[in-house]
């Protein structure tokens, strides 16, 4: 589909997919969350977007694009690469409007996520995997389509796909009775954001707008920091639903017209944010649902978001298709950003007592050894092992480094950047 160029063009496709998606998609909950609002001093509102029949808003931007085919381009059928949540949203819209689909999927979609699609599908749907990442699998689908006559639903860079996810903000505004001070949106390619983007900058220009990319996959801040979309060489695939290569050429000029606030989150803090919204508010996310609400000062070390006290806030939930298998390294990764996971590698003497003297003399008594695993046998006189050792209380690591710099063993942190840190989370 031909760009646009302008935010208000956006904005009338915008005003036309809610017509499309009236009856199709839901229109979910805006919900008050007392512990976000009591956290920041504001009234931060979570717009619930995994309520949606395929639990996330790709949903509205798949059907949105798929309806508008003609009757030879559904008989051809369509091509999409998902890491999961757009495939199921183009899965479900090909079993309600009788159309046969073809997805490519990364290799690290979860499970959970490539059973969801299947079921949506109702038979219409076929699965291949398309490489390790997103945009690997955004290639082989795009070799596919250009060689057959089936029609390319991309997950994000598409004016109807975007179009399509834009309509949430109509919704927040409609549900508020006014616009919100704040909108927080999750980024992946930024479908979402250009949409929800050109209908606020077109019809309430004063709302602040804030984009929130993990920091291991931030494609549009460093897009927008160079003035064009790049190729990230690394990413995390963590989260798995926001992790893009490379931004949209489509929604990149859009979003950089919107003038909008980039942020990136780190994946522990987003993980954390997880594990509240869980055991807090009863809410299952994924971790690019959580995206957006993490970015509020509730988990970060430095906070870097300032609102001013009682603004309106709303943050787009964007997904609950969490794969229930991920929440130990789900843990794991929360409690290292939050400081209360630590390892070390530590030489103990080989002789009787040793590791006695260890948990008397070093360990705080809030800590707990969580690991403990002998890596070898370099000699008799010292035993080297890795240790786990979660505190009490993150703000009493210095204390435990310096009860280890004057203990009886000598000791080498691991540090989270460090090759062996990320094989064991």
């Not at 997880?274 to 970015?295: H, K, N, R, T, W």
């Not at 929440?327 to 103990?348: D, N, T, W």
Request: net charge negative; proline share 6%; hydrophobic share 40%.
């Amino acid at each position: 589909m031909v760009g646009v160029t302008t935010l208000s063009e956006l904005s009338v496709l915008v005003e036309r997919a809610r017509e499309t998606l009236c009856g199709v998609a839901s229109k979910t909950p805006l919900q008050l969350s007392l512990r976000l609002s009591e956290a920041t001093g504001t009234s931060v509102h979570l717009k619930r977007e995994d309520l949606q029949p395929v639990r996330s808003y790709k949903l509205r931007g798949a059907y949105n694009l798929i309806s508008q085919l003609s009757a030879d381009e559904r008989a051809a059928g369509v091509i999409c690469a998902s890491a999961g949540n757009h495939g199921q949203g183009v899965a479900w819209s090909c079993a309600r409007l009788g159309i046969e689909g073809r997805i490519y999927i990364p290799s690290t979609t979860p499970r959970q996520k490539r059973d969801r699609m299947r079921d949506l599908g109702q038979g219409r749907i076929e699965l291949i995997v398309g490489g390790e990442t997103y945009d690997e699998a955004a290639a082989e689908a795009a070799r596919a389509a250009e060689s057959s006559d089936a029609t390319m639903v991309p997950a994000f860079d598409d004016l109807r796909t975007a179009a399509g996810q834009g309509t949430v903000a109509i919704e927040i505004v409609e549900q508020l009775g006014r616009a919100p001070d704040v909108l927080i949106v999750p980024v992946g390619g930024g479908g979402m954001l250009a949409g929800c983007a050109a209908w606020l900058r077109t019809h309430h220009p004063q709302t602040r707008i804030i984009g929130v990319e993990p920091a291991g996959a931030a494609s549009m801040s460093e897009a927008l920091l160079v003035g064009g979309p790049v190729t990230l060489r690394d990413i995390d695939t963590f989260v798995d639903g926001a992790a893009v290569r490379r931004t949209g050429e489509v929604t990149f000029p859009l979003v950089r017209q919107a003038d909008v606030e980039m942020l990136t989150v780190p994946e522990g803090q987003i993980c954390s944010e997880m594990l509240d919204l869980y055991q807090v508010d009863g809410v299952i996310a994924e971790p690019a649902g959580a995206l957006a609400s993490s970015v509020l000062p509730t988990h970060s070390l430095d906070e870097h978001l300032q609102l001013p006290p009682g603004a309106i806030v709303v943050a787009i939930l964007s997904g609950g298709n969490n794969d229930v298998s991920r929440y130990a390294e789900i843990v794991e990764r929360s409690l290292v950003h939050e400081g209360r996971k630590h390892y070390f590698l530590v030489q103990f003497p080989q002789e009787p007592g040793a590791l006695r003297r260890f948990l008397d003399e070093v360990l705080g008594p809030d800590d707990d050894i969580t690991h403990f695993e002998y890596v070898k046998r370099s000699n008799r006189e010292l035993g080297p092992a890795l240790v786990g050792i979660e505190l009490g209380d993150p703000f009493s690591y210095p204390a435990l480094l310096r009860r280890l710099s004057e203990g009886p063993v000598q000791f080498e942190v691991v540090a989270p950047d460090s090759p062996m840190h990320r094989f064991l989370v």
